[in-house]
């Protein structure tokens, strides 16, 4: 009798912690998905660094896993930026007081083009929302970024009913995403410098 009664507060705590994780999981989704509720049109990209804000600015870097300095970029001086596990080396989010931000996200390459790159994660968006598409392009447009040859691109993000303006650009096998969210400063990405 003992032992069944060990494999019922057993399994008990495994459901408890199943649980737990799910509604972990449920509160990080909840928070991405707020975070992207409102997003703006990044097409000023003639804008001088000097014009980004009309207060203080600060410089803030991206690092890759082993903790080197792989870009930077200007924001205001009263931006922070949002902490996150070391697991996401790869992702920054930087927040207003108001809540908007930017949000930069680098993957390798792996050797693709740009072009490549942008048809890879378009054809995984289609099945990417419980075998679903999770993204749509409803428009795109070659540009530059610290003079590098970029895509700008306007997505709906499907599954949560919002839309997202996202500036693509290939550094050494690295491709950089950068989204805007309510912010008033798309000035703010011709600061971006890769190191």
């Known amino acids: 009798m003992g032992t069944r009664s060990g494999k019922v507060i057993l399994m008990t705590l495994v459901f408890i912690i199943l649980g737990l994780l799910a509604f972990a999981g449920f509160l990080a989704w909840k928070g991405w998905y707020e975070s992207r509720q409102t997003m703006i049109r990044t097409s000023d990209l003639t804008a001088t660094p000097s014009s980004v804000v009309s207060g203080d600015e600060k410089i803030v870097y991206g690092v890759d896993r082993e903790g080197n300095k792989i870009y ?5 001086a009263d931006w922070t930026e949002l902490e996150h596990s070391s697991n996401f080396y790869y992702l920054n989010n930087f927040r207003a007081p108001d809540e908007s931000g930017i949000n930069i996200i680098y ?8 072009e490549q790159f942008l048809k890879d994660i378009d054809q995984d968006a289609k099945v990417a929302y419980e075998g679903q598409p999770a993204t749509r392009v409803v428009s795109s447009r070659q540009t530059s970024l610290a003079g590098y ?7 709906d993000l499907l599954a949560a009913g919002l839309k997202q303006f996202v500036t693509y650009v290939l550094i050494k096998d690295k491709v950089y995403s950068i989204a805007f969210q309510k912010t008033n400063y798309p000035q703010i990405l011709t600061t971006f410098r890769p190191l």
């Not at 930077?72 to 205001?76: A, F, Q, T």
């Not at 993957?107 to 740009?114: D, E, F, K, V």
């Not at 040859?149 to 997505?155: K, T």
């Open 149 to 155: 040859p970029a895509v700008e691109r306007e997505e």
């Open 72 to 76: 930077e970029i200007m924001i205001p």
């Open 107 to 114: 993957q390798a390459a792996n050797g693709r083009t740009l």
